[in-house]
């Protein structure tokens, strides 16, 4: 199976940053799109942004213009650099991967889509 460990939340005060990361391991044959998500207490979880293998992106608008997605193929870790950010904005972060893994001792591949354990962000004073 294909891992996903997410890094970088914390408590930050109104219209500060944060970088999360999310590293991918595992057979990993190639990687197709990555996203990162949310879920705030309470609430369904939501998209953030996403970013194909070539580097397209897609913001939900509630974080267009401070949010930015990148990703290192050649890391296959991504990104999510959050700026000006707001108290609604708290939230735990997942990350979701999909593409193309190995099968154990062989050059055959399979499907997969994971998801991380997730990473709490704060924006209080």
């Known amino acids: 199976q294909v891992q996903l460990v997410e890094s970088g939340g914390g408590l930050v005060q109104p219209g500060g940053s944060l970088r999360l990361s999310c590293a991918a391991s595992?057979?990993?044959?190639?990687?197709?799109?990555m996203g990162w998500y949310r879920q705030a207490p309470g609430k369904q979880r939501e998209l953030v942004a996403t970013?194909?293998?070539?580097?397209?992106?897609n913001y939900a608008d509630s974080v267009k213009g401070r949010f930015d997605i990148s990703r290192d193929n050649a890391k296959n870790t991504m990104y999510l650099q959050m700026n000006s950010l707001k108290p609604e904005d708290t939230a735990v972060y997942y990350c979701?991967?999909?593409?193309?893994?190995?099968?154990?001792?062989?050059?055959?591949?399979?499907?997969?889509?994971?998801w991380g354990q997730g990473t709490q962000v704060t924006v209080s004073s």
């Open positions: 979701n991967a999909d593409g193309r893994q190995y099968y154990e001792n062989s050059s055959a591949t399979r499907a997969f889509n994971s």
């Open positions: 595992g057979r990993i044959s190639s990687i197709n799109a």
């Open positions: 970013i194909t293998s070539g580097g397209s992106t």
